[in-house]
């Protein structure tokens, strides 16, 4: 099993930032795509940003586009959600992912989500 702990959410005015973190722990596995997704009240889970573990390529949702960034840490098994210039229509529970190599098997993982909400 692989395991995926976020934190980092809260409560922010608009126009403000957060940084959330999802640190992956377990056995013998090797991340090849970790990414946030949110879901707002009442609607679906959607795609936020992603990157490559290998070749750090990110991916966005046009609506983030710029004002956040995905990074990670190779080190601590750790993806981060860098959010600036927050708008109330962001706010949602933010769910950490990750595409993972384990035992010759490729597995997908989900954390237990993060609420960020912000305030107008």
């Known amino acids: 099993q692989v395991q995926l702990v976020e934190s980092g959410g809260g409560l922010v005015q608009a126009g403000g930032s957060v940084r959330l973190s999802c640190a992956a722990s377990?056995?013998?596995?090797?991340?090849?795509?970790m990414a946030w997704f949110r879901q707002a009240p009442g609607k679906e889970r959607t795609f936020v940003a992603a990157?490559?573990?290998?070749?750090?390529?990110?991916y966005y949702t046009d609506s983030v586009k710029g004002r956040f960034t995905i990074s990670r840490d190779d080190a601590k098994n750790t993806v981060y959600l860098q959010m600036n210039s927050l708008k109330p229509e962001d706010t949602a529970v933010y769910y950490c992912?990750?595409?993972?190599?384990?035992?010759?098997?490729?597995?997908?993982?989900w954390g237990q989500g993060t609420q960020v909400t912000v305030s107008s």
């Open positions: 990157i490559r573990w290998t070749g750090g390529n990110t």
């Open positions: 992912y990750a595409h993972v190599l384990r035992v010759g098997r490729y597995y997908d993982y």
């Open positions: 377990g056995r013998a596995f090797k991340s090849y795509v």
